[in-house]
């Protein structure tokens, strides 16, 4: 069974608006990793966060960590039209020598 | 650098038969791995490699083969293929230490009749 679990499966939002979507997983992780894929296209890296650390902010991106709720949470702030898109979250697990393990994602919908 | 690339990018195929879908990378990682990609179902691990010569199976491996002889190339095989693996193949590549990003390639999408 997948690993992580995004909330929600789809968000529609306005422009300017900011857009939250969660992610929860199972097992201890090393880390945690969020993807961006535009429709018909690859995943790309956004953002990663270990499991040492609480929050990361990379430009109006923010995640957040909780190990101890095995759970993690995106925030796009003030959303644009092109951040249209499906957004993943990946946990790479403890040990070594593994891959990363996707969730189903949510899919964002930002109107102007 | 090219990144990771896959061939092709689209194929049909009638059920039974059988093809090798390519992926190569020109970054030196070491890691690769196949996902494929279902609607409403995310990306889900077929198959991956830690380096040259050692692979593993993921979460949906059957009806796939891998091999890695190569650290550049990790081809997947279809053995024999039906039209539940229609569907979109994804390869991607990391650095060995486990706490780096992944690179994807373009994808495969792949139809059975």
């Known amino acids: 069974s997948q690993q992580g679990e995004e909330d929600p499966q789809a968000l529609s939002i306005q422009e300017g608006e900011n857009a939250t979507m969660n992610c929860s997983y199972k097992?201890?992780?090393?880390?945690l990793q969020w993807y961006r894929q535009n429709s018909g296209r690859g995943l790309v890296h956004l953002i990663l966060?270990?499991?040492?650390?609480r929050e990361k902010h990379s430009g109006r991106l923010r995640v957040t960590l909780d190990t101890s709720k095995k759970s993690s949470s995106l925030l796009i702030t003030a959303s644009r039209a092109a951040d249209t898109a499906s957004y993943f979250c990946?946990?790479?697990?403890?040990?070594?020598?593994?891959?990363?393990?996707f969730g189903k994602g949510t899919t964002l919908s930002v109107s102007s | 650098n090219a990144g990771v690339t896959q061939t092709p990018k689209f194929q049909v195929l009638k059920t039974g038969q059988s093809m090798t879908l390519q992926c190569a990378q020109d970054?030196?990682?070491?890691?690769m791995s196949w996902y494929r990609q279902d609607p409403g179902m995310g990306l889900r691990l077929i198959h991956y490699?830690?380096?040259?010569?050692?692979?593993d199976q993921g979460e949906v491996p059957n009806g796939y083969n891998v091999s890695r002889s190569t650290t550049e190339d990790f081809p997947l095989r279809l053995l024999s293929a039906a039209p539940s693996q229609t569907s979109v193949y994804f390869c991607?590549?990391?650095?060995?230490?486990?706490?780096?990003?992944?690179?994807f390639g373009p994808g495969t999408r792949l139809t059975v009749l």
């Open positions: 097992t201890s992780i090393n880390n």
């Open positions: 991607a590549s990391r650095d060995r230490a486990t706490y780096n990003e992944q690179f």
């Open positions: 966060i270990r499991s040492n650390e």
């Open positions: 970054m030196n990682h070491e890691y």
């Open positions: 490699s830690v380096g040259a010569g050692i692979t």
């Open positions: 990946a946990t790479d697990k403890e040990e070594a020598g593994t891959a990363l393990i």
